[in-house]
């Protein structure tokens, strides 16, 4: 081989392994107090129950401060750290999450579509021991070095094998349907 080829080859490989590093993927970690809610209804009244701790993380491509893939996401809340306000009202919440036995409620992401402004997950939520396939529109809420997501998905409680909660005798039943809404930011 010529001398020419070479250099060449050598600058082509040196572009290639530049451009691999400028969009590299990166790890961030879950910062602390992400909004996590999970609220639904009952016979009485609709109710809420939020919480602010989990733990997680990111793997994504970033470019212009905005997130250009993401190529790993997961998320584990402690299932007790959702608190209605009312003592009773979480005792029943918790036995129907089973958390005796399945402590976290965690959501993992299998794979994400940019969709204009907005990103589609695709992951696995663990609720109570059981698995269940979503899809979730979030909408990106990046600045400032923090990569943010936002978003919510509507799922069913007998879907993971829960029982929906009853109390009173069962005069107040709680709805089949809840909705997980959630704002992380990663760093």
Known sequence: MNKL?????FVFTLFVFAIQLGFAQETFQLQANPKLEVSGTSSLHDWEMPSTEATGNMQAVVA???????HKVEVKMPAESIKSGKKAMDKKAYEAL???KHK???FTLNNAEKSGDNWILNGVFEIAGATKNVSITAQETSA???YGLKGEVELKMTDFDMTP?????????????VKISFDVKFK
Do not use: R
């Open 144 to 146: 400032s070095g923090s």
């Open 98 to 100: 089973k958390t005796k």
């Open 104 to 106: 976290n409620v965690i």
């Open 165 to 177: 909660p009853k109390a009173l005798m069962g005069t107040v039943k709680a709805g089949d349907e």
């Open 64 to 70: 212009d401060g905005k997130l250009t893939e993401i």
């Open 5 to 9: 080829f070479l250099k060449q080859l």
